[in-house]
Nanobody, 120 residues
Framework: QVQLVESGGGLVQAGGSLKLSCVAS????????MGWYRQAPGKQRELVAA???????NYADSVKGRFSLSRDIINNVLSLQMNILKPEDTAVYFC??????????????WGQGTQVTVSS
């Protein structure tokens, strides 16, 4: 089992910045993948940024150049630095943890979500 605890959401004006953090605990492995997804009202959950240790992060086109993902393997913390925020970034942001076995992807865990609201 893996537990994920997110923090850092809030209300910010357009053009501002926020940093989200996700602390993973339990059966955590650096070989597994971590990432951030978001879900806006009435929309499907979508990938924001994700990475697997040893590979470059993968970003949604809508956040490239504005958001930066970093992972502290020692402390099991995944951070998302969000700059130049736009109203369309408003959503609930979820931390995601994907477990990989020798055969590939196995299963995943989700955090409880943290609200990010960007006012215009």
């Amino acid at each position: 089992q893996v537990q994920l605890v997110e923090s850092g959401g809030g209300l910010v004006q357009a053009g501002g910045s926020l940093k989200l953090s996700c602390v993973a605990s339990g059966s955590v492995s650096s070989a597994d993948a971590m990432g951030w997804y978001r879900q806006a009202p009435g929309k499907q959950r979508e990938l924001v940024a994700a990475e697997r240790h040893g590979s470059s992060p993968n970003y949604a086109d809508s956040v490239k150049g504005r958001f930066s993902l970093s992972r502290d393997i020692i402390n099991n913390v995944l951070s998302l630095q969000m700059n130049i925020l736009k109203p369309e970034d408003t959503a609930v942001y979820f931390c995601n943890y994907k477990v990989y076995r020798s055969y590939g992807y196995s299963h995943e865990y989700w955090g409880q979500g943290t609200q990010v609201t960007v006012s215009s």
